[in-house]
């Protein structure tokens, strides 16, 4: 007979073992004698996780607490970095690889990017560096992939799109509530500004139970109970040529409402684990949707995020059927350095997810079998 560990030692196990928001790969030892608040050199960062730890010693509490934070005991902020762990990988061997950097191109919604992956919607980029959102938009059209600029963004929509390169394709976050007149005005700005979708966040209706935040100040940017149904995103789309594509999907059950009701793209998304804490990472509700409901990734494009720190966990991604998959807080610790800071962290993905794929015997981003990876979860892996 098969023993089972006791549940409530289990629980007591998992409560005991120390969360690492950045894992020990040396960084505090090598950095050890750099001057409190100086930046590292950004070529002697290695990795994502890199970029957060130097935005921490950096920034000012408040600043760095306002990408850092989650909800309320930010158990939901955890698990989104955690959970890529709990799956584990199954490399194949012996095929040909050498390709995989070949594939690394994607389309998203038909517009073309060099990799499968994008910059998420963050607001208040001026509190990681006085040009705001700029380097984020440059640093995009430099590595060429796609920048969802936030409507809360230090920069205001017009000023973000002076940055933009010649025929740069970025998609505009917005916030919407049943008022017309006010969408009117977004719509419109969005589309002058040469912005090529709307992407509605869903996923915050009401005001995020922030405990850190709260503590410095920096909460919720948008901290109102809104009205979010279907028959508002049917009327939506009636005010608009844009697509709108819905931000915030958790569960199977949605992202079929939204097959429904002809939504061109879906994202999943616990909105980085700021607005409820509980919340499943997006990994498992892509992993709930590939069972349950497969067909859904051809008949629609499916975005998620959450947590992602390395290349493999893009990998895990794209092998569930995820069409692209978004990175918040780590370009913003990222921007931190500026528009250098955001091409350097493109290029260590981009190389991250080639060598990870082929690390796993993966000779097609776009063709990646599911069963690399064993979707049984080993809670003693994470």
């Known amino acids: 007979m098969r023993s089972v560990l006791p549940f409530y030692l289990l629980g007591g196990a998992l409560a005991a073992r120390p969360f690492l928001n950045e894992p020990d790969t040396g960084f505090d030892a090598v950095f050890a004698d750099l001057p409190a ?28 607490t306002y990408y850092r934070n989650g909800a309320a005991g930010e158990w939901s902020y955890r698990n989104n970095l955690e959970v890529y762990n709990r799956y584990a990988l199954r490399p194949r061997t012996m095929v040909d690889i050498t390709n995989i950097e070949s594939t690394l191109p994607t389309t998203i919604l038909g517009h073309n990017f060099s990799a499968p992956f994008f910059i998420s919607p963050c607001a208040r980029g ?23 600029p936030s409507l809360l963004a230090s ?32 719509f419109d700005r ?19 139970n922030r405990h850190r935040a709260a503590r410095y100040g920096v909460g919720s940017a948008d901290s109102s109970y809104t009205l979010i149904t279907w028959d508002l ?10 697509p709108i594509i819905l931000k915030g999907i958790q569960t199977v059950e949605d992202a079929q409402k939204a097959v429904e ?41 499916v975005f998620a995020d959450g947590g992602v720190r390395y290349g493999a966990d893009v990998v895990k991604m794209l092998s569930l059927g995820v069409r692209a998959v978004g990175l918040g807080r780590p370009f913003m610790f990222a921007n931190v350095y500026g528009t250098e800071g955001v091409q350097r962290a493109i290029e260590m993905l981009k190389h991250e997810i080639a060598i990870d794929a082929a690390n796993a015997g993966v000779t097609d981003l776009k063709n990646i079998d599911p069963k690399i990876v064993d979707w049984t979860p080993n809670w003693a892996l994470a």
């Open 233 to 242: 995103y049917e009327h939506l789309t009636t005010m608009t040529d844009l």
């Open 126 to 148: 001026e509190y990681g560096h006085i040009d705001g959102e700029k380097g984020l938009v440059e640093g995009a059209a430099a590595g060429d992939i796609l920048y969802m």
């Open 37 to 64: 608040g100086e930046l590292p050199p950004l070529e002697k960062l290695v990795g994502l996780p890199d970029f957060d730890a130097a935005a921490r010693r950096h920034l000012p509490v408040m600043n760095y």
């Open 261 to 301: 009701h002809g939504v061109p793209a879906i994202y999943l998304s616990n909105h980085g684990g700021r607005q409820i804490d509980g919340a499943r990472p997006p990994l498992e509700v892509a992993l709930e949707i590939h069972r349950q409901a497969p067909e859904i990734f051809s008949q629609i494009e």
């Open 190 to 208: 969005a589309s002058k500004s040469g912005a090529k979708a709307l992407v509605f966040t869903i996923d915050s209706a009401a005001d995020g």
């Open 155 to 186: 920069l205001s929509i017009e000023e973000i799109a002076t940055f933009k390169a010649e025929d740069q394709v970025t998609f505009q976050q917005v916030y919407l509530d049943s008022n017309d007149t006010s969408t009117q005005i977004i």
